[in-house]
């Protein structure tokens, strides 16, 4: 009995590191362009072990976005019994948990959502995250944001065909200037 007592936190010890261990990760947002006046965020771990719940505020300066532009794009954990957005001022708040992805290991994404530059081009906007609460155990840390800048209009041929589309009626005649503009700034 006296063995059994003096074995007993080492077991204990050992249930503790095969269920799992404290994680810590790094939560990055990636912009991508997507178009000249949208830019995707994707919410990048460099560790997604042991996420199991999140509570995440992004918010962009210079950009906007609805509820209707978060996604589970690229998530770690597609299948988030639950995944809301709710709108906050300038951003969303995303809340997940009971994830499949508690069992994820290595790299992941959170999620993606989809900003709109205020002034027409996505340049030297920014986005914060900020994390509310994750799993028990897991420490999430964001990293800062580095900015994309989206020019669609940089070569004199995005610019004709830019006009081209003004003519078959598929853009405005601002869309044109902007680009032309665009186009002029280039470097």
């Known amino acids: ?4 007592k003096s074995l007993m936190p080492i077991i204990l010890l050992s249930i503790l590191l095969v269920t799992g261990m404290a994680s810590a990760a790094t939560l990055t947002p990636v912009g991508t362009c997507n178009g000249q006046n949208k830019v995707n965020i994707a919410l990048d771990v460099d ?3 042991g996420i199991i719940t999140f509570d995440i505020t992004v918010t962009g300066t210079g950009l906007t976005t ?3 532009d978060v996604s589970k794009t690229g998530s770690i954990a597609a299948n988030w019994m639950t995944y809301t ?3 906050v001022t300038g ?3 995303i809340l997940a ?5 508690s069992g994820t290991t290595g790299a992941g994404n959170l999620g993606t959502i989809t900003f709109t530059a205020t002034d027409g081009t996505v340049d030297t906007e920014t986005v914060s995250v900020a994390v509310n609460t994750v ?5 999430l840390t964001p990293a800062a944001y580095t900015p994309v800048v989206c020019n669609v209009c940089s070569e004199w041929t995005d610019v004709i065909t830019k006009y081209n589309a003004y003519v ?3 853009a405005a005649w601002a869309d044109v200037i902007a680009c032309y503009n665009a186009y002029v700034a280039a470097p």
């Open 47 to 49: 560790d997604a072990t």
């Open 66 to 68: 609805t509820i209707a």
């Open 135 to 139: 799993t028990p155990g897991i420490t």
């Open 85 to 87: 957005a709710s709108a």
């Open 97 to 101: 948990a009971g994830g499949t992805g």
């Open 1 to 4: 009995m006296r063995k059994m």
């Open 91 to 93: 951003g969303v708040r």
């Open 168 to 170: 078959a009626g598929t």
